[in-house]
């Protein structure tokens, strides 16, 4: 029986989101530790909701505690930006992996159970029309193109876990997230130029700059998954009915909404037209071709591909995602267009 759940990154685009789904669905109790908590603000005085502000880097000793009083562990700290797997990949690996692989060892000792964010990045530049949890093989690029060390650091932990689980009975599930969007996705008004992901990226430049960058022709292909819809799986691997998402990899993405970032432009575009107060704005909008290179740097490198195959955690969890593309989207304008100047001065977190 859960009761009690930590949460490192509670502050976070998916901390913030699973500690509304929690406090309002379930009598668990969050221990929540992040940097900063301007997404977490309503819950502060939840009887249920314990927030502390700290660094996982720094803040140990609160952490070893919280683990050895929690039932279950989400680790949820780390940079999750391609603009930033290029600019500071040692930071990515010094966080998403060295800062992590602590945690996760304290799991061990202590015989909690964790669930992990891996990614779909794993699975890098693969062919596959579906990536499989268990088929696909995780295909990587060169070392200098750096962007990668996100996708390896991630890799490296999922084999470490799995490792743990295989040779000393740690309880883990990990899941890896199809590009998840919603509200509280990035900031807005901290998107500079090539500074955040795409739906955010493309919303700041419609309300900023009056034009879209599309890298390399915009043909690259992804699968948006809203939110809440991947909030609802991870509900179900923290209440581990039966144990059935213990020492299982779930993909949580949505195959159905695979589109191409040319029409995920468009899509952004027609729908912030449909905002008297933006149209105006958004009519003066133009789309600009600009290569990866000139936008990322020479160490980036694209994948043109990524679609989940979602059968084990249908099978597996009974879950399916939802949620259209357009209505994810929908439900992000809403979020930002509704209330811009709440998100003024407001730092970025990862
Ligand atoms: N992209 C783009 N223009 C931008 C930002 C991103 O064309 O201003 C492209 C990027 O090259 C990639 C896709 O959008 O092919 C998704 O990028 P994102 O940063 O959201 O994350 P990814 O899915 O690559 O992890």
């Given at each position: 029986m859960v009761k009690k759940v930590l949460i490192l990154g509670v502050n976070g685009f998916i901390g913030s989101a699973l500690t509304e789904s929690i406090l309002k669905n379930t009598d668990w109790e969050i221990y929540g530790m992040d940097m900063s908590d301007h997404k977490i603000t309503e819950f502060l005085g939840h009887k249920n909701f314990h927030f502390i502000e700290g660094d996982i880097t720094i803040n140990k000793e609160w952490i070893e505690y919280h683990v050895k009083k929690c039932?279950?562990?989400?680790?949820?700290v780390a940079i999750a930006n391609p603009a930033l797997y290029v600019s500071d990949p040692l930071r990515v690996f010094?966080?998403?992996?060295?800062?992590?692989?602590?945690?996760?060892?304290?799991?061990v000792e202590y015989k909690k159970r964790v669930i992990f964010p891996s990614t779909s990045e794993v699975y890098g530049m693969s062919a596959d029309e579906e990536f499989n949890e268990e088929t696909t093989s995780l295909v990587l690029g060169?070392?200098?193109?750096?962007?990668?060390?996100?996708?390896?650091?991630?890799?490296?932990?999922?084999?470490?876990?799995?490792?743990?689980?295989?040779?000393?009975?740690?309880?883990?599930?990990?899941?890896?997230?199809?590009?998840?969007?919603?509200?509280?996705?990035?900031?807005?008004?901290?998107?500079?130029?090539?500074?955040?992901?795409?739906?955010?990226?493309?919303?700041?430049?419609?309300?900023?700059?009056?034009?879209?960058?599309?890298?390399?022709?915009?043909?690259?292909r992804r699968s948006f998954t809203d939110i809440d819809?991947?909030?609802?799986?991870?509900?179900?691997?923290?209440?581990?009915?039966?144990?059935?998402?213990?020492?299982?990899?779930?993909n949580i993405g949505n195959p159905d909404n695979d589109i191409s970032i040319r029409e995920l432009a468009t899509l952004i575009l027609d729908l912030?037209?449909?905002?008297?107060?933006?149209?105006?704005?958004?009519?003066?909008?133009?789309i600009e071709d600009v290569t990866s290179g000139d936008h990322y740097g020479r160490y980036y490198q694209d994948i043109q591909r990524r679609v989940p195959s979602i059968d084990n955690i249908k099978n597996v969890l009974g879950w399916?995602?939802?949620?259209?593309?357009?209505?994810?989207?929908?439900?992000?304008?809403?979020?930002?267009?509704?209330?811009?100047?709440?998100?003024?001065?407001?730092?970025?977190t990862y």
């Open positions: 039932d279950v562990v989400l680790p949820l010094e966080l998403d992996f060295e800062a992590n692989l602590s945690i996760v060892r304290q799991c060169p070392i200098e193109k750096q962007r990668w060390i996100y996708s390896c650091s991630k890799q490296l932990m999922d084999r470490v876990i799995y490792a743990y689980g295989v040779q000393r009975g740690l309880d883990f599930t990990l899941f890896r997230p199809f590009n998840w969007t919603g509200p509280k996705l990035d900031n807005i008004f901290a998107a500079k130029e090539g500074s955040s992901r795409v739906v955010t990226q493309f919303i700041a430049d419609i309300l900023h700059h009056q034009r879209i960058k599309l890298v390399d022709g915009g043909n690259q819809d991947g909030i609802a799986a991870l509900m179900h691997i923290i209440e581990n009915k039966d144990n059935k998402a213990s020492g299982q990899i779930f912030v037209k449909t905002y008297p107060a933006y149209k105006e704005i958004a009519d003066r909008v133009t399916s995602p939802t949620v259209t593309v357009k209505e994810a989207l929908r439900k992000t304008l809403n979020y930002h267009l509704a209330r811009p100047s709440a998100e003024l001065n407001q730092q970025e």
